[in-house]
């Protein structure tokens, strides 16, 4: 069965840090790598997807992440992250098994200081 | 993307009766559909998968007389949760999904907080 694990359970950073969070994932099989991101009061959005192909992926708000299948990893990244970015992350997995069922990561709940 | 839509988005019930949410795919017609329960604070959890005219298959631990998953047509699955209590108020969560390929993304619904007084 397939599995993720996220490293960082709480951050804090200050405005115009940089940001990774970590997710790495257990399934030996071809996988689909999600990030999705939880505003206070508000429902998941998807931030960014990976398939297949380029294993840098770009999604909104300026966040990316890489894929390094080696590693088993699907960390996020950000350059500089604003006040607004403070939120709950996820990362999920979903695979040809079960049904495409996704699975999720415990989240990492991030706070940006002003 | 495509849109999946709860109903109803908060429901308070007293212990003891039962409740039914709601969850519609309303432009893309879903072969399979999944249900999540989320606590406080904590990620999303899979109840169980729903496909279109069958049974549904719950994760483990999960009680499929508590919570009785129909998914009549390709558009709408219900979840019921029979004799509530307070120990079930939590967010519940549907997601969606079209087709079987390798590139397959599952569409959330807003969600459905529960509350059992």
């Known amino acids: 069965a397939q599995s993720v694990s996220q490293h960082n359970h709480h951050v804090i950073l200050s405005e115009a840090a940089s940001l990774e969070l970590g997710c790495n994932y257990s399934y030996g099989g071809t996988v689909n790598l999600f990030w999705y991101v939880q505003y206070p009061g508000q429902h998941l959005q998807l931030l960014l997807k990976?398939?297949?192909?380029?294993?840098l992926v770009k999604g909104i708000k300026g966040f990316e992440a890489e894929f390094i299948k080696s590693k088993f990893s699907f960390n996020l990244r950000k350059p500089s992250v604003q006040w607004s970015d403070t939120a709950e992350y996820f990362c999920a997995v979903n695979a040809n098994t079960g049904g495409f069922k996704t699975i999720f990561g415990a989240g990492t709940r991030l706070f940006v200081k002003a | 993307g495509a849109v999946v839509s709860q109903h109803p988005s908060r429901v308070i019930c007293k212990s003891g009766t039962s409740v039914k949410i709601e969850c519609r795919s309303l432009?893309?017609?879903?072969?399979?559909m999944f249900w999540y329960r989320q606590f406080p604070k904590q990620s999303l959890m899979l109840m169980a998968t729903s496909n279109e005219g069958s049974k549904a298959t719950y994760e483990q631990g999960v009680e499929k007389d508590k919570f009785l998953i129909n998914h009549a047509s390709l558009t709408l699955s219900t979840l019921t949760v029979t004799s509530a209590h307070p120990e079930d108020s939590s967010f519940y969560i549907c997601s969606a999904i079209w087709g079987n390929s390798r590139n397959t993304e599952a569409f959330f619904g807003q969600g459905t907080r529960l509350t059992v007084v």
């Open positions: 990976y398939f297949s192909g380029d294993p």
């Open positions: 432009d893309f017609q879903a072969t399979t």
